[in-house]
């Protein structure tokens, strides 16, 4: 590997001057505390391209308005600007430094070890989730499977202690992860992830001899420091010791879900006045109650866009007339102003916000997850249509299909207990449906919609430990009495169709 060193310039900020975008240079935007922008960082290291591609840090505190505007709409780090144009996404980007630069490759030629590496990339998002969803649990306990799925994935190869023998592509994936995950389990669950695991020793030994990897690592004191770290806490300003933001800052996952506390504003009606529109503040127009807006609501708070994504409730039953005028005409929820304009549509916004947006990925990249996941999405549709047009009929008999239909759907990934394994925005689209019927099917018609689908339990339990979901929970008592004068009026119209039927 190649040994460049390299100083690190001081990261740009909203007073900083662009740069000569477009000019022939090559240049990866980064954030030092970033382990996304780490992968691409040690790739452009390891292949000893220091003089070829200029590092260029952003304060993602205080970002440049020119980086979402001039160089990447997606306002995120890593991007690479190359060639006349700019790419992101971090696995992406270390495949296409190490296809399209000079230097060692970081990807082996071997057959086996091609496709064991690509299997290593393709989990490595399940990994990293399933770690930070444990800090709100028994982090030791629960990500115990996780690390000794590594510790048997370093066993694959003997001609060398990383997971392709030597270190590569596969390697870099994770790297910058399992330096942050360290950490936070040495200093604040005081566990060592490497016990009982000596090959995982190993590779984190050897990873920290490769020059590559180590100039792009932060330093543990001026890490812990940098976060006002005492006896393994946060000290915020007001006195709170908050742990879920000592964790999301520890890990450098600065948009990671970890339940940011909101209170609760109450809804604007007819008389209220109108927020200043258009006034550069992202708006997202929801009814506390609606399960469509619930979605939007669900996939802001998961990317952790609490401070991003101002949130206005509306009260449906008294809306306020400036909302269809002046912000959306057709005068429904979910919406969102952003950048000038209103978008709608429940799925499309969270599709929107997720890639629009930093934090988390709410789309895993594994090409089998994506496509069963847009084959849930086409279904979510007719999923609700069934339950609904159920509550006119026998009930019970006639959802039985649909709610089959997610049990089975919950099996066919087995490395976690959501749709796609881990948390996405498959959830998201059925969650705030299901969680209205199960209260419906219990308290109404006194049946539980999990029994004989231990899946589904499965399911709503674990999503029921998303703070992200949990705080967008409708009353169950309002939702109940919502859904008995739905049946009401479903059960009348039935009754006069027959009554006109047996008149003709």
């Known amino acids: 590997m190649h040994s460049v060193l390299d100083v690190r310039p001081p990261a740009l900020t909203s007073v900083s001057e662009p740069l000569p975008f477009f000019d022939g240079t090559t240049r990866l935007y980064i954030c030092y505390l ?13 292949k ?6 200029e590092l260029v840090p952003i304060d993602l505190k205080n970002r440049p308005s020119w980086y979402e505007e001039k160089v990447y709409p997606l306002n995120k780090v890593p991007s690479l600007e190359h060639n006349g144009k700019v790419l992101g996404e971090s696995l992406d980007l270390i495949r296409y430094i190490d296809a399209n630069f000079e230097g060692p490759s970081l990807f082996p030629s071997d057959p086996a070890k ?16 399933g770690v930070y969803s444990s800090y709100k649990g028994d982090p030791v306990q629960q990500t115990g499977a996780a690390f000794d799925y590594l510790e048997n994935a370093l066993g694959k190869f003997d001609d060398g202690p990383f997971f392709l023998g030597q270190f590569s592509l596969a390697d870099i994936a994770y790297v910058s992860f399992i330096e942050r995950i360290q950490l936070v389990f040495s200093e604040i669950f005081e566990h060592d992830i490497t016990a009982g695991r000596p090959k995982l020793a190993t590779w984190i030994q050897e990873a920290n001899k490769i020059e590559g990897y180590k100039q792009t690592k932060v330093d543990k004191e001026e890490y812990l420091e940098a976060f006002k770290i005492k006896s393994g806490f946060v000290e915020i300003e007001s006195g709170e010791v908050l742990l879920p933001l000592l964790i999301l800052q520890l890990t450098g996952m600065e948009f990671l879900p970890l339940g940011v506390q909101e209170a609760r504003i109450p809804p604007l009606t007819s008389v209220s006045e109108p927020p200043p529109l258009f006034d550069g503040t992202t708006r997202l127009y929801i009814s506390y109650i609606c399960p469509y807006a619930q979605r939007v609501w669900i996939a802001r708070n998961y990317k952790g866009l609490q401070d991003k994504i101002e949130l206005v409730p509306i009260d449906l ?13 057709e005068n429904k929820v979910p919406s969102l102003e952003h950048n000038g304009k209103v978008l709608g549509e429940s799925l499309d916004l969270v599709k929107y916000v997720d890639v629009n947006f930093e934090g988390p990925s ?24 069934e339950l609904y047009s159920a509550l006119k009929g026998d009930p019970i008999q006639q959802a039985s299909p649909a709610f089959d239909y997610l049990e089975n759907s ?15 925005w498959v959830d998201i689209a059925y969650v705030p449906f299901v969680e209205r019927f199960q209260l419906v099917f219990f308290e109404v018609f006194k049946h539980d919609i999990t029994e004989g689908r231990p899946k589904l339990a499965a399911w709503i339990e674990e999503v029921n430990r998303i703070n992200a979901y949990t705080q967008t929970r409708g009353d169950p008592k309002d939702i109940v009495d919502f859904f008995k004068k739905r049946i009401l009026v479903l059960l009348n119209s039935k009754s006069q169709n027959r009554e006109s039927s047996s008149k003709m």
């Open 362 to 385: 709410l789309v895993p990249s594994d090409p089998a997850k994506k496509e069963f996941g847009e084959q849930l999405i086409s279904y979510v549709d007719t999923f609700t249509k």
């Open 317 to 329: 039953q008294n809306r306020p007339a400036w909302y269809k005028e002046k912000v959306y005409p």
């Open 34 to 46: 970033c382990p996304y922008a780490q992968r691409a960082w040690i790739t452009r290291n390891c």
């Open 48 to 53: 000893g391209l220091q003089d070829k591609i």
């Open 114 to 129: 091609r496709e064991f590496g690509e299997q290593m990339i393709s989990h490595v998002d399940t990994f990293t989730s």
């Open 410 to 424: 919950l099996g066919k990934f087995d490395d976690g207990p959501f749709f796609l394994g881990q948390f996405s």
